[in-house]
């Protein structure tokens, strides 16, 4: 498993370095210091499997970082989970990394033991968001959905609709998913249908009205965990 570090600070590279080979010895860690060089490790490395993201580099700043890291490994063919690790914790911020297909946020400064569970959940198909975010966008749930409700609708998922939630924690955009199954299966499955799977998934999980972010943050808070197929 490759993890890319792409963070402007030497000594929180180190120290998360740290702490993920406490996780897994089974790891190969690349660092970046800027998004020039993180372009660059696209480039040399093949099937990275997770970034651990900064919005603010020297030559970058905000969300648009995660949408320039995220073109860069598309040029590059790569298709990287991308979870943000993030000195601010502004509620509208989430919603941002969420929208641009964001597939975690763990805010710097969190306790070890919860920077660990953050980094294990991620690797076992789960997405780690903060609490209180969470609890802030509380209201898009559904206010006869129980979270027990929930969970054991999340059982009934189809085939299908797993398979479309594990590609939605990975982070991939409608049209990515498509070609993804359609290469799969061998049959095309259009865009629009996939975005029918995800509104069906919403409705199991207990929201309604809403896309993929709505989802990806329901996951997160029912705590489920979609796992995907390594590479090798």
Do not use: W
């Not at 490759?2 to 702490?19: F, M, N, Y």
């Not at 696209?42 to 993201?53: A, C, G, P, V």
């Not at 993030?86 to 033991?113: M, Q, R």
């Not at 953050?118 to 959905?145: D, F, K, M, N």
């Amino acid at each position: 498993m490759k993890i890319l570090i792409v963070d402007d600070h030497l000594h929180i590279r180190l120290g998360t370095a740290v702490s993920l080979r406490e996780i897994t010895a089974d790891l190969t860690i690349l660092e970046a210091d800027s998004l020039a060089r993180a372009r660059q490790r696209f480039l040399e490395h093949s099937h990275i499997d997770l970034i651990l993201l900064d919005l603010s580099l020297g030559d970058s700043e905000g969300i648009a970082t995660l949408r320039e890291v995220r073109a860069a490994c598309e040029e590059a063919g790569q298709l990287p989970r991308i979870v943000i690790v993030s000195a601010t914790e502004e509620l509208d911020l989430i919603d941002s990394v969420l929208n641009e297909h964001g597939t975690g946020f763990i805010p710097k400064g969190v306790p070890g033991d919860i920077f660990k569970y953050a980094i294990q959940l991620t690797l076992a198909g789960g997405v780690y968001i903060p609490e209180l975010y969470l609890r802030s966008r509380q209201a898009r749930a559904l206010p006869q959905a129980t979270v027990a409700a929930s969970q054991e609708n999340a059982g009934k998922l189809t085939d299908t609709e797993r398979l479309v939630a594990s590609y939605c924690v990975q982070g991939l955009t409608f049209k990515q998913i498509a070609r993804a199954i359609s290469d799969m299966r061998g049959r095309v499955m259009s865009d629009l249908t996939v975005k029918t799977h995800v509104k069906n998934i919403a409705i199991k999980l207990g929201i309604q009205g809403e896309g993929k972010a709505a989802v990806v943050a329901q996951i997160s808070r029912l705590g489920l965990r979609f796992p995907v197929e390594r590479r090798v």
